[in-house]
């Protein structure tokens, strides 16, 4: 029988930052988990003279570059801090990486000119790298500790790069009895797997048999490959890893692979 509900009564470990939860936890509740929200992140927004003089001057440059909503929300509040307003990015084109940055734009009346679906600065980098053959100037608005791999696919392809740390992550430990009575474990960022070992250092090396202090089963699952890397260098090795790299997709994904464990055997 198929189950059109399997995650239904299972306490499904959110870690996100507790302002930026409510919509995932919706998610989550409509397709019949409990969801366990343990925030291990605290986003801030990161004034200095590098964000000052880019900001100020963005018409200087071919692309605007969001990799995440946090990007984009911290850029749009260090505008308005200055006297300006998310208008001042219609100056340029601007790329993004996923659905979520591009509505965060949106819902201040700013539209994207490329919404990448790759799910990694990687992906994004080689896509731009193909859509501009000719040196631009791009400018990546984003963490202040980020992966080096767009800008460097970026540089490699010619094109001049200036990267820019709008906000900065820093990690809250888990809470370990939260992270015991869930059943599944959803990792969004490389920062939520830091998140996690901060309290939990016990390395979970099973894949399908991750245990918790208390020997229950939990089912590990990453939104993506470069969070997937960052489990595996922490020798966890997850048991899904959606595609694309997207919330929904990673619920979606988690829901696929409980069908087929419980799919009856065929002989």
């Known amino acids: ?37 343990i925030p291990v992140l ?4 990161l004034s200095s003279s590098e964000s000052t003089a880019a900001l100020g001057d963005l018409a200087a440059f071919s692309w605007i570059v969001f990799t995440s909503k946090n990007g984009a929300d911290s850029a749009i509040e260090l505008l308005e801090k200055a006297g300006k307003g998310p208008r001042e990015l219609v100056t340029t084109k601007i790329a993004v990486i996923g659905e979520a940055t591009a509505k965060a734009l949106e819902e201040r009346g700013i539209v994207a000119t490329f919404v990448s679906r790759a799910g990694h600065g990687g992906g994004l ?3 731009l ?19 080096p791999e767009l800008a460097s696919v970026l540089g490699d392809a010619g094109h ?29 960022s490389p920062s939520t797997v830091r998140g996690y070992l901060a309290s939990n250092p016990q390395k979970l090396h099973s894949t399908g048999s991750s245990d918790d202090t208390a020997g229950r089963k939990k089912l590990i699952a990453s939104i993506g490959p470069v969070t997937t890397r960052a ?23 988690v829901e696929a692979h409980l069908r087929r464990m419980n799919a009856p055997l065929v002989t």
């Open 129 to 147: 790298a193909k859509k501009e053959r000719s040196k631009s100037r791009f400018l990546l608005l984003r963490a202040k500790v980020a992966s």
């Open 42 to 45: 605290r986003i801030e927004t």
């Open 231 to 253: 489990l595996h260098e922490a020798d966890i090795a997850p048991d899904v890893e959606a595609s694309p790299s997207t919330f929904p997709s990673l619920v979606s994904a």
């Open 160 to 188: 001049e790069v200036t990267d820019v740390g709008v906000y900065e992550t820093t990690i809250v430990p888990a809470d370990s009895k939260l992270v015991d009575g869930a059943d599944v474990l959803l990792f969004t």
């Open 1 to 37: 029988m198929f189950d059109d509900q399997p995650l239904r009564g299972k306490r499904v470990a959110l870690f996100r930052a507790e302002d930026q939860a409510a919509t995932s936890e919706a998610l989550l509740r409509e397709r019949g988990a409990i969801p366990v929200l």
């Open 125 to 127: 980098g080689d896509e």
